[in-house]
């Protein structure tokens, strides 16, 4: 009798291996599934700390040698970091516009240099981010309060920008454009752009950099390659 159901055990245990190998949330995933290259991926930096955003004063202070020198110092690079990054605001603004274009994932990535030196490689982020297809890098090459030619007591921020996409599986620059705009006309006192927390400066820097990207968005679409 234990013989005849012999059979009948074996094939309910065969059945039940089947069953595990095949229930849901343990299907093997094809290579292909995980390593698609459809991310964007940002590059963030510090701004550069330059005198040339302080007021009168803070520099006076900044180049102060005896006793409080250092505080004083530290105390304008807290100062200017604490302004908004128009490298990172147009970052948010283009952002958007590449991953349209492109056809990628519309959640970017971020690679981050801040508190320290940016130095990448494209190889290593490549190695590193296989989901990676582009890079996003705005770049400030100059900012500062620049005074009106006519009237020295009055300034207008100026911000030097420079937006660069690179392919990151071909390791080459794909799109590489600048902004700057020569606002003379919107010239405030350092009075009215330090009062109240520099609430007028702050206010200048993001429109500044807004009018960046909005530049160079108009022309990107049109300037990425079709994607297939």
């Not at 159901?5 to 290579?31: D, H, W, Y």
């Not at 991310?39 to 930096?45: A, D, T, Y």
């Not at 302004?83 to 971020?110: F, G, N, Q, W």
């Not at 010239?187 to 206010?203: G, P, R």
């Amino acid at each position: 009798m234990q013989h005849e159901n012999f059979p009948l055990i074996l094939i309910m245990v065969c059945f039940l291996i089947s069953a595990c190998e095949t229930q849901p949330g343990k299907r093997n995933i094809s290579p292909n599934a995980s390593s698609s290259k459809n991310k964007l991926m940002i590059i963030q930096e510090d701004a550069p700390v330059t005198d040339a955003m302080l007021s009168w004063r803070e520099k006076a202070n900044n180049f102060i040698s005896f006793t409080n020198g250092e505080k004083e110092k530290e105390k304008a690079i807290a100062k200017i970091k604490s302004y908004p990054h128009p490298a990172e605001i147009a970052e948010s603004k283009t952002a958007p516009v590449v991953i349209s274009a492109l056809k990628l994932d519309k959640e970017p990535i971020t690679l981050t240099f801040k508190g320290k030196k940016k130095s990448f490689e494209v190889e290593k982020i490549r190695a590193q981010n296989p989901g990676v297809a582009y890079l996003l890098d705005y770049n400030i090459d100059e900012w500062s309060l620049a005074p009106h030619p006519s009237n020295k007591s009055r300034f207008w921020v100026n911000i030097d920008m420079e937006m660069q996409i690179t392919d990151l599986e071909k390791g080459t620059v794909l799109v590489q454009q600048k902004c700057y705009f020569a606002d003379e006309k919107n010239a405030f006192t350092q009075y009215e752009l330090f009062s109240d927390d520099a609430k007028l400066l702050k206010k200048q820097i993001r429109k500044k950099a807004q009018q960046c990207a909005n530049q160079i968005n108009k022309t990107l679409g049109s300037s990425l390659p079709p994607q297939t």
